[in-house]
C-alpha cells in the first residue's frame, strides 16, 4: 500500500516558504522540502526523481530527520543510500523486482510488493516484515528463521504461500480472500500470535483440525470469519486469547459457550444478525459501523457508488482509463469527506481501503503503479 501511513507533499507555494525548509534536487529538478521532512516519497512517477537516469542521492543529507523513504521499481541504488544513513529505519518498496539484500541497512520495517520479487535478505535490526501479494517461489532469509518478526501476508487472495525461510515465526497476520486453509501454515513452527483478516466474504477457514498442530498459539484473531465453524475449532493447550472481530451472533454464542470456565479470554467485536449479513455480506466496509454507523454507512454508499461505476465500464472502452480514475478518485474523495466528519480511518481502515481500492482497480486492469497515485495523491486520511 502506499505511504502507510502519512504522506509526503512537497511545498508549492514559495511565497510561503520557512526558513526550516531546503532546496533538493534528487535528479528530478530543484523541489524545496521541509528540513523535518520525516516520510520521503521517491517512487520516480511522482517525480522527486527522474524515472530514467542518476538519483542523486546525496540529497537524503538534507533531510537528517527522514525515517520513511518510499520506493517503486528497480534498486537504482537504494539499497546503498539507505544503509549509509542508518537513521533510516522504514522502507516501503512497491514494484520491486529481482534480488532484494537489505543486510547492509539498519532497517526495522521493511514493506515489499512486486512480481518479480525472487529474494529477499533482511539485516538484523528489522522486526516487521510485510509481503503484500508475495509470489509463490519468493525465498526470504531473516535472522533466526523469522523467529523474532512480526510477519505480515497480505496476498489478498486465497492463494496463499509462507515464503521459504520463515518457517520460525512467532507473530504473523495474513489478509486473503473470502477462504484459506489453516494447512497452509503448516510449516510455521513455532507459531504463537495469529492474525488472519479476510478481505471478502464468506470469512471460512478450512481444515481447522490443523491449526491442533501448533501447540505453542497463544492468540487468535479472526476478521470477518462469519463463515467459521466453531465445531471444528481444535483444541489448543496454549490459548489464552481469541478475539473474533466480525462474525455472526449465533457464532459468538456457541464459541462463549464451548470456552466458558477455561483459560481463553474471548472477545467479541461486531457480531451481527443473519439480517444484517444478508444486507451488508457482499460490501468490503460493513463493520466500520461498529465505530460509528453514520461513518459506516457513509462508507459503504461511497463503495456501492463506486463499484456500479467501475462495473459500467466496458473493458473495450477507449476512455475506461479515464473513466475508471473517475470512479476510482471518487471513492477516495467520499472517504476523505467521511474521515473529516467523524475522524475515524486509522491505520488498519486505511490498509482496508487500500485493499478495496486495489482490488476496484484490478476489475479493470489499471497499472499498479497508477492505483497508487491515484490513491496517494488525492487521500487525505
Known sequence: MPAAFGRFRPVGDVRRVRSADVEVNFGGGPKRLARSTRVLNLRPADGLVPVDGQVH????????????????????????????????????????????????TNLGTVRLNGAGLRSVRLPKSVGTLLLR????????EAPEMGHGLDL????????????????????VWLWVG????????????????????????????????????????????????YGLDPENLPELPSLRHLTLNGT???TATAVKARLKGGAVTVSVNGAKSEAWLAAHMDNPFRDWVEDSEAFGQAACAAYNRARRAVDAIAPEAPDRLDAAERALRGLVAELN???DEHGLI??????QAWAVFCDLAKRLCVPET???????????F
Request: proline share 7%; net charge negative; with cysteine.
Open 337 to 339: 469527506v467521511a474521515d
Open 178 to 225: 473470502g477462504e484459506m486453509s489453516a494447512a497452509v501454515l503448516a510449516g510455521l513452527t513455532d507459531l504463537e500470535d495469529l492474525r488472519l483478516t479476510f478481505g471478502e466474504p464468506p470469512g471460512v477457514l478450512t481444515d481447522l483440525p490443523e491449526l491442533g498442530r501448533h501447540q505453542r498459539l497463544h492468540s487468535l484473531q479472526l476478521d470477518d470469519a
Open 346 to 351: 486509522d491505520t488498519n481502515y486505511r490498509e
Open 370 to 380: 497508477q492505483v497508487t497515485s491515484w490513491f496517494d495523491e488525492g487521500r487525505r
Open 152 to 171: 505480515r501476508l497480505f496476498p489478498y487472495t486465497s492463494d496463499l504461500v509462507v515464503p521459504d525461510g520463515l518457517h520460525r515465526t512467532r507473530k
Open 133 to 140: 501479494r508475495p509470489p509463490a517461489a519468493l525465498r526470504v
Open 248 to 250: 455472526r451472533r449465533a
Open 57 to 104: 542521492w546525496s540529497q537524503l543529507d538534507a533531510l537528517p530527520q527522514c525515517l520513511t523513504v518510499e520506493w517503486s521499481g528497480p534498486e537504482r541504488g537504494i539499497i546503498e543510500a539507505v544503509a549509509a544513513r542508518p537513521g533510516i529505519r522504514f522502507l516501503y518498496w512497491d514494484d520491486a523486482v529481482g534480488d532484494i539484500d537489505l543486510t547492509s
